[in-house]
C-alpha cells in the first residue's frame, strides 16, 4: 500500500493549506449548484481541521470493508453488495452528533424503485468504527456544514458502509438507477477502490437535465450534495483483470431534518 500520508496529504498540499477551500467555501459551492465534489487535500486538511491526526486510523477504518455483510435484500436478486448501517441524531441546537439505538433502513418506492417499500436491516457498524478517529472526524465536518447550511435543525442521521463486488463482472453502485435519497443532505466518501475502472458520478437537477459527471477515483475523495436540489447515480464499475479481487468502498451518510 502507498503511504496513505503522502497520498491523502502531499506536502505541496500541506504546504497550500491557506489555499484550501473552507467549510464555508464548499457550503456556498452546495448553495449555489446543489453538490460539490472535494478532491483528497481538500477533505484530509478539513477532516484534520476538526479531528487532528484523524488519518493515524485511516488503516483500520479502511480494513473494516473487509468485515461487511452481503446485502440480501437487493430486488435484482444480485449479491454483489455488501454493507453495514448506523443510525445517529443531532439535536435541535446542537451541533453535536449522537449514536442512536440500531434499527432497520426503510426508502419509500418513490426514492428507491428496486429495493424501497420494505424494511430491510442490516448488520450495525462495529463499534471500533463508530468511536475511530476517521469516522468522528467525518460526523464533525458534516455537523459543521450542517450548520452553515441549514442552522440549528435537528438532524435524524444514517450512516452506511458499502462494498460494491465486482470480480465477477460489472455490477452497479446504484442499481436503482439515478435517484433521490429522500434526505435533505447527502454526504459520500470513497475509501477504497481495487482493481475496478469506470464508477462515474453523474449529478442531475430535478428535471433530469445532466449537471457533472465526476469519477471518484482517490481515497478521500467526497462529494456532498443536496438531496432535494438534485438527483445522483454512479455508473457500473468493471474490473480491470476479471481474474483477481475487484471492488469499490464507500461511505455514505445521509441527514434529514427532523
Not at 469506470?198 to 482517490?218: F, K, P, V
Request: charged fraction near 20%.
Amino acid at each position: 500500500m502507498e503511504d496513505m500520508h503522502k497520498r491523502a496529504m502531499p506536502s505541496s498540499a500541506i504546504g497550500l493549506r491557506l489555499f484550501e477551500p473552507s467549510i464555508n467555501d464548499v457550503c456556498e459551492s452546495v448553495a449555489h449548484s446543489g453538490f460539490a465534489f472535494l478532491q483528497p487535500p481538500t477533505v484530509a486538511h478539513l477532516l484534520d481541521t476538526v479531528v487532528p491526526g484523524f488519518i493515524q486510523d485511516w488503516e483500520q477504518f479502511r480494513q473494516s470493508w473487509d468485515h461487511l455483510q452481503q446485502d440480501t435484500f437487493m430486488g435484482d436478486g444480485g449479491t454483489y453488495r455488501l454493507r453495514r448501517h448506523a443510525t445517529l441524531s443531532i439535536e435541535q441546537g446542537s451541533r453535536h452528533w449522537q449514536a442512536c439505538a440500531h434499527r432497520p433502513h426503510y426508502q419509500n418506492v418513490e426514492h428507491n424503485g428496486l429495493n424501497g417499500g420494505i424494511v430491510r436491516h442490516y448488520a450495525p457498524f462495529t463499534t471500533e468504527v463508530c468511536s475511530g478517529k476517521v469516522f468522528s472526524a467525518v460526523m464533525d465536518l458534516c455537523c459543521a456544514f450542517l450548520g452553515v447550511l441549514a442552522g440549528q435543525s435537528a438532524w435524524h442521521i444514517e450512516a452506511h458502509q458499502f462494498r460494491i463486488y465486482a470480480s465477477r463482472g460489472a455490477a452497479s453502485p446504484t442499481p436503482e438507477g439515478v435517484h433521490r435519497d429522500g434526505v435533505d443532505f447527502v454526504f459520500m466518501l470513497l475509501v477504497n477502490r481495487v482493481n475496478v475502472m469506470e464508477g462515474e458520478t453523474s449529478i442531475y437537477d430535478n428535471d433530469l437535465r445532466l449537471l457533472a459527471r465526476h469519477s471518484m477515483i482517490h481515497e478521500l475523495e467526497a462529494a456532498l450534495l443536496n438531496d432535494e436540489q438534485v438527483r445522483h447515480g454512479v455508473s457500473a464499475v468493471i474490473p480491470i483483470h476479471p481474474d483477481r479481487p475487484a471492488h469499490r468502498d464507500v461511505l455514505v451518510v445521509t441527514f434529514k431534518k427532523r
